[in-house]
């Protein structure tokens, strides 16, 4: 067991003796609800909604579907290094954030990128994507030259290592050629800057020097510098993007263009070792972390290098001299030794919880001590800034050189469990347990450390009649695993598998394959930890196979016989009848946003009885447009009848995520605020509010409660959590008593919907973080969605308060969602951070009938 230590410290105020110590969520600097809550996307500073919104939709789009033509990846390209380009410099924004700390602003990085080049033949410049508000991100590499022939030598190499791990094992020209990826992250959280600056700092040393070290690191290794990760936030000094969002929550969904490029990264170069830099926790954060640890790596690998190069860094930054006394800074700390729980490393959100999935097998977080962000950034002298900026490049420069010098020191050793961790996967071999006898060298192993999991042979999505919910989302679904380099077939025939039959057509991931982990962690259930630690710091159930609205079947069987082919993407399902009246279902996000596609034409549409959408015939030349954007089917009904559906102008009190998912689904939404209205909201423009953050009905001033009181009134509200429910109350909607559950609750729940309404043809599982439900229900109130008996929890932490209230023993068989004529009030997130996919259309058929 490990010895208790102190907390983490976090740097809070202007001066180290002033620091706080760190509930176990508040290493980050941003504002949170209360002390120790998560840092949860929509609680950072007043007016982050609408900034979400300055992103141009156009914009986010390009960058989200265009192909990334400027970076040619490995395994497609013949080139050799350096693959220089000349960069077009941005113009000059005098607001950049940066420019006050002293450090590169945006516009500056391009011609300080092409200065690189030209020092010499080690540097390669790459685009590697565009962010959401439309500026180039940059991938620098770092290598000695390579021809064509040896660049192709060493692609062949690393397709070895992750195809046929076994041979790779074997061969001596993978153990004597190949060159070991490192990759270091910088600035993905907008307002923690100096990573990029020590990054452009280092670029430039290894382009120039010539000492042995050096030269034997650039022979034997390729290193990759993303140089800045948001750079949408390093502009505008936020932690997050242009469309408000945290991108180092978002590796498991990648809704963002920033991380789909990292995801391409991550795949094509194959990290062995990388470090993600950030700020602000003091003394230097280095992990690895404290429990839980996720189940679905191989731990034993990963925490073997993780603590060693963590030693290494630590010695490399506390080897600069800084002191308390002297500079307000801390000695640097590793959780995995240093602290019992509270930064964990259990969800793939984050950016070294998910490299590893790729083969990384030494991933970490380091957080620079000197915060400079936030209300520090407003308060603090120039001077002063500028030198808690220059105290952050140095210790992110040492942490940076240590890695380099691990690598280079270990490179035999790295490249060998990279193929191990590919071994293992690909035939099905057994996790191996930490232990101090299975990782020597690691301090104060314990059982608390042991996370493994049993994987299952193979997971079936099917296909044919009655097999899916959704055929969007099964091909949605596919499509992603795709995405991240899961490994998916589709059977050629029919076939039995695990007692069932199944159709033609379906897909099998079959989990003896190099990213058997990504495909695990992504698809199944996960585990309810919620006795495991007392707080987690961030989400601990994210299951697609539960939440995306696909049907997903897991197989236990020990063969494997199936008539298939491997796929590269979903076969397309969109379809228009040649005659008669048209039928939209209406159960996936993209059969909605198609459905508001023809609303907002004009084009006069129907809600039936069953909840789908009937349209006319008259309208087939648009519905086939529509599935062809939207790969959706448009059936033949003889379906007469129905209400009228029009387009729904919703005014949006909401996180980043739920304005994102809203878009997603092609609403016209405006966004709202306790500020927004205060100055004046014409609420004509409006059909319908949905609330769950950033309007407090306290804090409006008399004539925008007047205006506010008289639209609900006579419109509608749709409510989530805490702030739904407390318009409710006040408009005097539906007579319902809201029930707060755990607020640092949140995972998977079992639900059970009620048919016909809201929830109707909803997966059977939802998500929570914070949930509520609702009793007391009064004349007129239908419960539309309810807690599953027993214990709800599925996956994820929730445990009872200390006087035993908010537990899932409280809420189980309480109403979770509820209706009236004019309002539905959720105590679950069907948004949350744009992921639930599944859960989208309850809320979007909340929109359309309340409205």
Not at 159 to 174: F, G, H, Q, R
Not at 424 to 441: D, F, K
């Amino acid at each position: 067991m490990r010895l208790p230590r102190p907390v983490l410290i976090a740097t809070a105020t202007a001066t180290a003796a002033a620091s706080l110590l760190l509930t176990p969520n508040g290493a980050v600097a941003d504002p949170t609800p209360r002390p120790g809550a998560p840092v949860r996307e929509g609680s950072g500073p007043p007016g982050a909604t609408e900034r979400a919104a300055t992103a141009a939709e156009s914009t986010t789009e390009r960058a989200l579907t265009a192909p990334v033509t400027e970076l040619a990846p490995d395994r497609e390209s013949s080139r050799g290094y350096p693959r220089e380009q000349l960069l077009t410099p941005d113009p000059e924004n005098p607001a950049d954030k940066s420019l006050k700390l002293g450090l590169t602003p945006y516009h500056a990085i391009a011609p300080k990128l092409n200065a690189l080049q030209r020092l010499g033949d080690r540097v390669s410049v790459e685009v590697a994507g565009r962010s959401a508000g439309g500026h180039r991100l940059y991938l620098v590499t770092v290598t000695a030259p390579e021809s064509a022939r040896q660049a192709r030598a060493q692609e062949r190499m690393r397709e070895l290592i992750e195809n046929a791990p076994a041979a790779a094992a074997k061969d001596p020209s993978v153990k004597r050629g190949y060159k070991t990826p490192v990759f270091f992250n910088s600035n993905i959280h907008g307002n923690e800057w100096e990573g990029t600056d020590a990054a452009l700092a280092l670029i430039e040393r290894l382009a120039t020097a010539r000492d042995r070290p050096t030269t034997d690191l650039l022979a034997h290794s390729r290193v990759y510098f993303n140089i800045t990760a948001n750079p949408d936030g390093r502009v505008a000094g936020t932690r997050a993007n242009s469309n408000g969002f945290d991108l180092n929550r978002d590796f498991v969904t990648a809704s963002q263009p920033e991380v789909r490029a990292m995801r391409r990264i991550a795949i094509d170069k194959q990290p062995a070792l990388m470090v993600d830099l950030h700020g602000y926790v003091n003394g230097t954060l280095i992990e690895p972390t404290t429990p839980p640890h996720g189940e679905n790596y191989e731990y034993d690998l990963f925490l073997k290098n993780t603590y060693a190069n963590a030693l290494g860094m630590e010695a490399a930054v506390n080897g600069l001299g800084y002191t308390p006394a002297k500079d307000g800074v801390e000695p640097a700390q590793i959780p995995f030794r240093d602290q019992e729980e509270g930064w964990d490393d259990w969800p793939p959100i984050f950016t070294p919880q998910y490299m590893p999935f790729h083969g990384t097998v030494a991933a970490h977080t380091v957080e620079f001590p000197m915060a400079v962000n936030n209300d520090e950034y407003d308060d603090l002298p120039v001077a002063e800034l500028r030198r808690r900026s220059a105290v952050n490049v140095a210790i992110a420069g040492a942490a940076m050189r240590a890695s380099l010098d691990y690598a280079r020191t270990h490179r035999t050793s790295l490249v060998a469990d990279q193929i191990e961790v590919f071994r293992r996967s690909v035939t099905g071999a057994a996790q191996v347990p930490v232990s101090p006898e299975t990782v020597p060298g690691v301090p104060g192993i314990g059982p608390e450390d042991v996370y493994t999991t049993d994987f299952p042979r193979a997971y079936v999505i099917p296909a044919g009649a009655g097999a899916q919910r959704s055929a969007p989302a099964a091909a949605r679904l596919v499509d992603h695993l795709l995405a991240n380099d899961v490994r998916v077939r589709r059977a050629t025939k029919d076939f039995r598998l695990g007692g069932k039959t199944y159709a033609r057509g379906s897909y099998v991931v079959d989990l003896r394959q190099p990213k058997r982990g990504m495909a695990n962690v992504m698809l199944a259930d996960g585990r309810d930890i919620s006795d495991k630690v007392s707080v987690m710091y961030d989400i601990s159930g994210w299951s697609l196979g539960r939440l995306w609205g696909a049907t997903v079947d897991t197989v236990r069987t020990a063969k494997l016989t199936v008539p298939d082919r491997a796929v590269h993407a979903a076969a397309k399902i969109g379809y228009v009848a040649p005659r008669g009246t048209l039928r939209l279902r209406l159960d996936d996000a993209r059969e909605i946003a198609a459905l508001n596609s023809l609303l907002a034409d004009g084009v006069a549409v129907r809600l039936a009885a069953d909840g789908s959408a009937v349209v006319p015939a008259s309208a087939r030349a648009r519905a086939a447009a529509l599935a062809k954007r939207y790969d959706v089917a448009f059936d033949a009904t003889k379906t007469t009848g129905g209400a009228p559906l029009r387009r729904v102008r919703v005014a949006a009190a909401v996180t980043p995520g739920e304005l994102f998912a809203l878009r997603e689904m092609n609403f016209d939404v405006t966004p709202v605020s306790t500020a927004v209205l205060n100055a004046g909201f014409d609420w004509s423009k409006a059909d319908v509010l949905f609330a769950s953050a950033g309007l407090n009905r306290a804090g409006l001033g008399a004539a925008a409660r007047a205006a506010l009181d008289g639209f609900l009134a006579r419109e509608g509200l749709v409510g989530r959590g805490a702030t739904g429910a407390a318009l409710n109350a006040a408009a005097g909607l539906l007579a319902v008593r809201p029930v707060q559950g755990n607020p640092d609750a949140n995972g998977v729940v079992r639900v059970v919907n009620s048919p016909g309404g809201v929830a109707a043809g909803a997966p059977d599982h939802g998500f929570v973080y914070a949930p509520l439900w609702f009793t007391d229900l009064g004349a007129g109130v239908r419960v539309e969605q309810s807690y599953a008996k027993g214990n709800p929890l599925v996956s994820g932490h929730w445990r009872a308060l200390e006087d035993g209230s908010g537990g899932p023993a409280q809420a189980a068989g309480r109403a979770s969602v509820v209706s009236g004529p004019r309002a539905v009030l959720f105590g679950t997130e069907p948004l949350f951070r744009d992921h639930p996919k599944g859960e989208f259309p309850q809320v979007a058929r909340a929109l359309l009938t309340v409205s």
